[in-house]
């Protein structure tokens, strides 16, 4: 039986939908399903210090989120000067698996609303902009893997990274629904990944279960 704070979630994140029957949703990764932001500035502030490069965490999270790898080496260069070589893209990773391993929990709330949601068979993906290797060990870490089986789609898989709608698209086509009969769960964010969203004729849900420690608990 599901506690009351879960069956309170579940019933959020169905009422959210624009309609209840649609039979595919594609979730993104950090903030909707896993609460990493918070801890994935924080290991790019401490990586930086290796370049010399002083960002606090909350300027990391500004400056980087939501960029591909690519989109933080080309952050990083416009600031400094010199683009990261492949040694520091290797420590960057290594560190945020280990951090992911030691302290990533779900989004409160989340792995009972999508075992509802799979009971009633919705088909159900992942479109993220992180790396697929970080996207699987989330999940694993996370106990949400077995939700999503093998679809898990990255913006590494298309032409164009976020905010086209090129992932949401290869999703909906993997899952077997047109986009317009599919939602996208989106993070509390403002514009762009959303609008990617509607741009292929898909609905937009957000998340009522999103934790916000990554502006109550970074250092100020």
């Known amino acids: 039986m599901l506690s009351p704070a879960d069956a309170r979630a579940c019933a959020m994140v169905e009422g959210s939908l624009t309609d209840v029957s649609l039979p595919a949703l594609i979730f993104d990764c950090d903030g909707v399903l ?19 490069i ?9 400056l980087f989120l939501g ?4 989109g933080v080496l080309d952050a990083i260069a416009a600031r400094s000067g010199n683009r990261p ?13 280990h951090a992911f391993e030691r ?10 609303a999508l075992q509802v949601l799979q009971e009633r068979r919705y088909r159900m993906a992942v479109a993220s902009q992180s790396p697929l290797a970080r996207v699987q060990l989330s999940l694993q870490v ?8 093998r679809h898990l789609y990255v913006s590494s898989m298309v032409p164009r990274p976020k905010p086209a709608p090129d992932v ?8 077997g629904a047109a986009p317009a009969i599919a939602s996208s769960s989106k993070t509390r964010r403002p514009a762009p990944p959303p609008r990617a969203a509607r ?3 898909r609905s937009v849900m957000r998340p009522a279960t999103r934790s916000a420690r990554c502006r109550r608990a970074a250092p100020r």
């Open 85 to 97: 070589g492949a040694a520091w893209v290797y420590n960057w990773a290594f560190a945020t698996a």
């Open 34 to 52: 896993i609460d990493s932001e918070y801890l994935a500035s924080r290991v790019e502030s401490e990586q930086l210090h290796a370049l010399g």
């Open 54 to 62: 002083e960002l606090g965490v909350d300027e990391a999270h500004a």
């Open 199 to 201: 741009e292929c004729g």
């Open 168 to 175: 949401y698209l290869l999703a909906a086509e993997k899952l």
């Open 142 to 149: 996370t106990g949400l893997a077995g939700h999503f089986g």
């Open 103 to 112: 302290e990533l929990e779900a989004v409160r709330g989340i792995g009972a």
């Open 67 to 70: 960029k591909t790898v690519d």
